[in-house]
């Protein structure tokens, strides 16, 4: 699938994706590199981006990593998620970058860097990484 | 701080919390019970709530239990948060009971239970762990 | 499986379990408490239990909650482990209770508490979560 | 600190370390390689290595990359470890690559890649982040 189609895709089934102004700009099998632009709306006190708006962007980067390498019409459900905050975001457009470290049968395990900032200033304010259940096309039908 | 403090203060601080109708409906020193209303907007096709809204109600929640356990002016930051999905939440209510295992000098540590249905349709849907920097009085001040 | 055949099984397939004294005191479906007798080996500087060690026997006995929920013949294997260290264990016995959350057909979601001490001093020295593939049948024929 | 000096550290304070072979290749700030040779004693039915056996590795090298950013004397404590196994490792030697992605004044967050087999066959068999606490001088003292 190509980024338009994995956006495309992403805005349809997560609306919170939408709302945020979540973009693909990127994809090939195993990789995604996404972005939310900056908005006011999204700033908390301290001038900084909420955790939930980076958890919510590193499980889309995520998902995006996998549709991109599996075939059309494939699915896959978030098992686990876990998230290390290390830096605070600067007030300005936040990117992650999504790896597909394993791409199981059933499972697949993925790595995620979120980035803020531009050129020398960019800097990774947090790291992810995810489990998402694989349902087979067998499953899905009964 | 009583629960209608700590929601207050959580509103003010997390416009997203606010967004989703976020209730802290009681808390105690390491303990605290939140809740968000069913609303037609969080609900993702599937008609079950989304990954991002339980992350956020969790963060919320541990963030509750925490101030609940503190002398006010406290704060605490997200470290890490962990969840793991366990059922598909029903569109209904979502309601979260946050335990504080250990309270340190510098780090909390929570555990959530994310909960939706009521009475025997009570079910678990998801777990979450958090750990939590508590930044001193003294470096605030610094 | 009785705790007896559960602590075979585990003694065969871990060595390590059984380098440790690793013990199955009780188990049901779901649950699973076990037990490292103190030994001086164990030990490392500061009087404590090292963290490799309580993790060999959080991983154990997730593995013997799940196989007393399993068919004889079943296999369980480790996908993810985490561990949050609360206190340092005394120089004890150390025990540990697991519970299996979720028990899919796919894969199973534990938490384990390890606690340390008797009676009034027991406390929780950690808390763990781990998740584990669930190896089909067909799949293992295959 | 040299890897030397790393390894002295590291086998006084782990004897679990000392008797799985544990070797510190490599050190610099911020970054451990490390080592455990092929041990026909660490393998279990299957022939594999162990999860513990891996988990123990990880938490060694995080503990060295840590080690040689801070200044003699310094110590670390293991808060979190979460470990996903991604492929069983051939019965060979197993390295760790171990980066500090955060070196705070309290808190270190690293991430570790275990890696088996060599050149065209090496594989990442396992992924694993980490957080220690860094006691302060200041701290310890008192």
Redesign the interface.
Known sequence: MSAVEVQALIS?????ADDIGFQVESVRPGFARTRVPFNA?NI??GGTL????Q??LA?AAMYAAILASLDKGAMA???????????KPAPADLVAEAVV??MGR??A?C?VRLLSGEGEDEQ?VA?V?G?Y?LPSVREKAS
Chains 1, 2, 3, 4 share one sequence.
């Open positions: 349809s089934g997560l609306p919170m709306r908390r006190p909420s955790g939930p708006l958890m919510a499980d459900v978030t098992s686990n998620l876990s998230i290390n905050f290390l830096h470290l394993r059933r499972l395990f790595e990774m790291h990484t489990s259940a």
